[in-house]
Each structure stands twice: as C-alpha cells, then as structure tokens.
Nanobody, 123 residues
C-alpha cells in the first residue's frame, strides 16, 4: 500500500506560479500528476519513471509544467508556471504498483491516489 499526500495548492492570479509537493510513503516506478476541473474528466499532467527520470507530459502541459522528484524525501513536485484560469482544477498525485516495462499514460492504470490539492487561478 502506498500513501500519497498532496499539499501546496492555493489561489493565485493569472501568470503566477505554484509548486505543490506530493509526499509518498514510498516511490513506485511509475508515478504522476493528474488534474480534474469541475465538470470535466480527470486528465494527465505528466507521468514519471522514477527509476530513471523519464517524464511524459500531456502536450497541453509542455513548457509550463515540470515534474521533479526528491528521492531522499520520497516526494514528487509539480512546478506550475504562467498559470492560466483554465488551469483551475483539483490536482492529484498517483502511483502505479505494477511494472511492465513502461509507464502507462492513461489514468486508469494508476491504482494509488492522493486526496488532491485545489489550485484556483483568477484572471
């Protein structure tokens, strides 16, 4: 069992930045960040292969969002820059317990989830 705890969300103005952490009881090889806006499906921000650092971002997230890991703290970070009102969502950390040689991109493949942290961007 892996416990994931997100924090560090909040309210910011457009153009601002946030860097929420995800504290994990342990890393798995495939972890990631997803987000869900009101009335919309949960979508991938990016997934990371923690064994080597490869990261797979959704196309719409490239350039503004960066995922990083701190192995000494078992913590993932999501650096979000140049935030827009459309980035308003609940942001979730996820982990996958199984390893089959690659990190899947679809959210259904991840079986551990945190409670989420709310990010609200005002114009």
């Amino acid at each position: 069992q892996v416990q994931l705890v997100e924090s560090g969300g909040g309210s910011v103005q457009a153009g601002g930045s946030l860097r929420p952490p995800c504290a994990a009881s342990a890393f798995t090889l495939c972890m990631g960040w997803f987000r869900q806006a009101p009335g919309k499906a949960r979508e991938r921000v990016g997934v990371i292969y923690t064994g080597g650092g490869s990261i797979y971002y959704a196309d719409s997230m490239k350039g503004r969002f960066t995922i990083s890991q701190d192995n000494s703290k078992n913590t993932l970070y999501l650096q979000m820059n140049s935030l827009k009102p459309e980035d308003t969502a609940m942001y979730y950390c996820a982990a996958r317990s199984m390893w089959y040689g690659r990190c899947p991109l679809e959210r259904s493949a991840y079986n551990y989830w945190g409670q989420g942290t709310q990010v609200t961007v005002s114009s």
